[in-house]
């Protein structure tokens, strides 16, 4: 059997779209598609801007992670804090940054950071960090009655908080600073008698004995 020349012309005539379905595809795109092509061009658009988003923001978190590690000076956490505030880093870069300026003595500014940082992050799980480091701010200023009363409040509201120790530590110094020295090795026999074995029993045993030395020196200096 004699071979058949291959047929080019039909096979291509073959596999060639239908006439009909290109004039009706640009019909419906000029008509009612229209409308739903935008539509989805509308939403692919908007799933790779927040792709894009998300990339750019988890950079961000990186590369401020990384600088944090790094950091040697409270120019350093400013510039952290500023430049990546949205990210947990630079968050944390604020808190660092208020604790080193309060070890600084620039009780003022770090106050009005650990603030800030209440205001701004109200359901951050550092928040009540922050506002502990702006009492501690308010006794370093000298404001005892405030600090005593911020303090009691703090305790009030978060009793069982991991940080509520460092709480009654203050409230027992700001008692001592006001005179009412009784009062305050009370509560330092209080948190030792209800909480024998917690890891913040050594610093109040420190305490209650510079406490106990103060009070004798006191008394001999009356005599």
Not at 113 to 124: G, L, S
Request: hydrophobic share 45%; aromatic share 6%.
């Amino acid at each position: 059997m004699a071979n058949e020349p291959f047929n080019n012309d039909a096979d291509a005539r073959d596999n060639a779209p239908s006439p009909v379905a290109l004039p009706s595809l640009r019909a419906w795109l000029a008509g009612p598609g229209r409308p739903a092509l935008l539509a989805a061009l509308v939403a692919l658009l908007a799933v790779a801007a927040v792709q894009g988003y998300k990339a750019h923001t988890q950079r961000q978190a990186r590369e401020a992670s990384r600088m944090l590690g790094l950091v040697r000076a409270p120019r350093q956490l400013e510039d952290i804090a500023e430049r990546y505030a949205a990210t947990p880093a630079g968050r944390i870069a604020r808190l660092m940054l208020a604790r080193a300026l309060y070890d600084a003595g620039d009780y003022v500014r770090a106050q009005s950071i650990y603030q800030d940082f209440e205001q701004r992050n109200p359901k951050h799980p550092l928040k009540n960090t922050a506002i502990l480091g702006r009492i501690h701010c308010m006794e370093a200023m000298g404001q005892a009655e405030e600090a005593l009363a911020a303090y009691q409040a703090f305790l009030a509201a978060h009793s069982s908080d991991y940080l509520a120790p460092v709480a009654s530590l203050g409230v027992a110094r700001c008692l001592d600073r006001l005179g009412r020295g009784k009062e305050a090795q009370a509560v330092y026999e209080d948190f030792l008698a209800a909480h024998p074995d917690s890891p913040w029993s050594m610093e109040f045993e420190e305490a209650l004995k510079h406490l106990q030395r103060q009070a004798r020196r006191d008394l001999v200096s009356a005599l």
